[in-house]
């Protein structure tokens, strides 16, 4: 299983970027999926997760308290990718975002993935 993260890149102030990641391999059922971000001297820290769900009736979903009404995650299930859109960007977002879920490739196991990360930049 890989995840595939995109969508990273350069901003300035106060604009938009959006985030992809995309689950591919052996895979037969795709728990939670969620994004964490990693700033240069600090821990990793989650930014938004979203739960299970259906192509119906959409996972719940939780955010850090830095980015609530500015960040949205949301799932493609028909894909396997999750996106977070996020919107009025500050220069403290700058991060190295990761993606992460749990996976299983059978009814008895469950695995913790993770993507390679994407830089994102935010100019003052």
């Known amino acids: 299983v890989q995840l595939l993260e995109s969508g990273g890149g350069l901003v300035q102030a106060g604009g938009s970027l959006r985030l992809s990641c995309a689950a591919s391999g052996s895979i037969l059922r795709i728990n939670a999926m969620g994004w964490y971000r990693q700033a240069p001297g600090k821990q990793r820290e989650l930014v938004a997760r979203?739960?299970?769900?259906?192509?119906?009736?959409?996972?719940?979903?939780n955010y850090a308290d830095s980015v609530k009404g500015r960040f949205t995650i949301s799932r493609d299930y028909a894909k396997n990718t999750v996106y977070l859109q996020m919107n009025s960007l500050k220069p403290e977002d700058t991060a190295v975002y990761y993606c992460n879920s749990q996976i299983s490739d059978s009814p008895w196991d469950e695995y913790d993935y993770w993507g390679k990360g994407t830089l994102v930049t935010v100019s003052s």
């Open positions: 979203i739960t299970e769900g259906t192509m119906i009736s959409a996972g719940s979903t």
